[in-house]
């Protein structure tokens, strides 16, 4: 069973890398490398489409319910998603002024592939257009009926078949390549001597943001904030152990359904929200965004930039699969893109991705249950605002 487990495999095939590397052959990490950068190469080019057929598909199923539902409930997934992005940047630029100076990485020897793809991506095929061809042709189908609805549906499948199926199964080698790089350009001893501190202020971060969710959406009374968090601890076990969390929706739904007024908002909510609402993904990847650009540029990130960074960062969550492996091959090029990431800087960043899923994937599930509430709150305030005017 453990052996089943991605960050299992990964942290057991890094090891054995480590321990095999000095007696390996230049030409053995060269190639490792080249592999790592054609997936990479090939994530691309695939990106625009899935990106496509995910905020087409979300936008078209969203279109069946009461126009006034949809829009609320995606204004307050962006502004949750936001709010979670910017907690993130508050937190690092707190951690790396109160931590010692993490010095700049340098490093010590130039490391190149034996070979690129001879077919380079342009400029202009990029995430964000493909997000702008999804929300169109979304609206298209929701108003005009074309394309129909089922372009989308099979269009979704196959592109979550491509990620979750095909290149989640690639992770450990996509991993490894870049590892390679950062073992003989010796990055891996700056980082680890420079990282663990790290993880203990980031599960502080998580701990205070989802306790603040929860007293956003029920109040200080302790009884009965203590036993809203009871309801969702099943799920909160099943997603720490199964790394999914569409997996954990069934026990996500009875967990959050218990902490409503309107326990049948659940049903409705939770399954829209899945994909979308990742609260988990949004402060662990965007606080070792923060920290990684800080400890190779060797200065924070500024506020144009990260504001430029999270507007496309929230638009992607709206594309990526709540399924281990799926989400972070999205992100990669926005990183890539917005924050000038290098392949020492994805290799990081992947790393910690996988080991940390469990956390990730459990923070994403209980904050979502934790802010189904907080939307309900919302929701019958906006209803009873707007329904006298229908009267």
Not at 136 to 165: D, Q, V, Y
Not at 327 to 349: D, K, N, Q, S, W
Request: glycine content about 6%; overall charge positive; hydrophobic content about 55%.
């Amino acid at each position: 069973m453990l052996l089943k487990h991605r960050s299992f495999q990964v942290a057991l095939l890094i090891t054995l890398y480590l321990l095999l590397a000095p007696y390996l052959p230049d030409l053995f990490h060269r190639g490792l490398y080249t592999i790592s950068l054609l997936i990479k190469d090939t994530l691309l080019w695939l990106l625009p489409f899935t990106v496509s057929f995910f905020i087409g598909y979300a936008i078209v199923s969203f279109g069946k319910k009461a126009p006034l539902f949809i829009l609320c409930l995606f204004f307050f997934e962006a502004v949750s998603n936001a709010c979670s992005v910017w907690y993130a940047y508050l937190c690092g630029f707190f951690v790396t002024i109160n931590l010692e100076a993490m010095k700049p990485s340098t490093l010590l020897d130039s490391f190149s592939p034996l070979w690129r793809a001879p077919v380079i991506k342009p400029v202009w095929w990029s995430a964000d257009k493909g997000a702008f061809v999804g929300i169109l042709l979304g609206l298209c189908c929701i108003f005009f009926s074309f394309p129909h609805k089922n372009f989308f549906l099979r269009g979704k499948r196959f592109a979550e078949l491509i990620l979750t199926r095909f290149f989640a199964r690639l992770i450990p080698i996509f991993i490894l390549g870049f590892v390679a790089r950062m073992y003989k350009t010796d990055l891996i001893n700056q980082v680890v001597g420079q990282y663990a501190e790290l993880l203990l202020w980031l599960v502080l971060a998580l701990f205070v943001y989802i306790a603040f969710l929860f007293l956003l959406g029920g109040g200080p009374s302790v009884p009965a904030y203590t036993q809203r968090i009871k309801n969702l601890l099943p799920a909160f076990g099943l997603a720490f152990s199964s790394g999914c969390s569409l997996s954990t929706m069934p026990w996500t739904i009875s967990g959050t359904s218990k902490n409503l007024q309107n326990r049948e908002l659940a049903g409705a909510i939770i399954p829209s929200t899945t994909n979308i609402q990742q609260i988990g993904d949004c402060i662990i990847n965007s606080f070792f965004c923060f920290i990684l650009y800080y400890h190779f540029n060797g200065n924070p990130i500024d506020l144009l930039t990260w504001a430029r960074f999270s507007t496309v960062f929230v638009l992607a969550r709206f594309a990526t699969a709540a399924v281990l492996g799926g989400a972070i091959f999205i992100m990669l090029p926005i990183y890539e893109t917005y924050l000038g990431f290098t392949p020492e800087m994805i290799a990081i960043i992947l790393a910690f991705n996988v080991i940390l899923d469990p956390l990730v994937t459990c923070t994403n599930v209980i904050a979502n249950g934790a802010l189904c509430r907080v939307f309900e709150k919302v929701w019958v305030a906006l209803s009873r605002r707007i329904e006298p005017t229908h009267r």
